[in-house]
């Protein structure tokens, strides 16, 4: 089963901003950590932006002052605002966590999941 579901992709002028959503499947109450990756044609997937379990945010050098990362309160979603968007930026991003709770009395697991992929293309 699918278990992050991404949304937010599209085509955008240089310059221009885009948001994107990572949503939490049904089976999952709470995403603890995530991460977000991106793989432009003919690269490497590159992390991009990261969550951790305290909260705090961590960026590619790329991206920095560029991309925030966040999470809704209730921890079902995970967004990705990006902003000045380069050329550069065009590549399929995904979604990642490794750290979930399956219901409010659990303790967090250790997972792999990713999203789907959603394509940014960034024309000039």
């Known amino acids: 089963q699918v278990q992050l579901v991404e949304s937010g992709g599209g085509l955008v002028q240089d310059g221009g901003s885009l948001r994107l959503s990572c949503a939490a499947s049904a089976t999952i109450f709470s995403i603890e950590t995530v991460e977000w990756y991106r793989q432009a044609p003919g690269k490497q997937r590159e992390l991009v932006a990261a969550?951790?379990?305290?909260?705090?945010?961590n960026y590619a050098d790329s991206v920095t002052g560029r991309f925030t990362i966040s999470r809704d309160n209730g921890k079902r979603r995970v967004y990705l605002q990006m902003n000045s968007l380069k050329t550069e930026d065009t590549a399929v991003y995904y979604c990642?966590?490794?750290?979930?709770?399956?219901?409010?009395?659990?303790?967090?697991?250790?997972?792999?999941?990713w999203g789907q992929g959603t394509l940014v293309t960034v024309s000039s």
């Open positions: 969550l951790t379990s305290d909260g705090s945010t």
């Open positions: 990642h966590t490794e750290r979930v709770k399956w219901d409010p009395f659990d303790k967090v697991r250790d997972v792999d999941y």
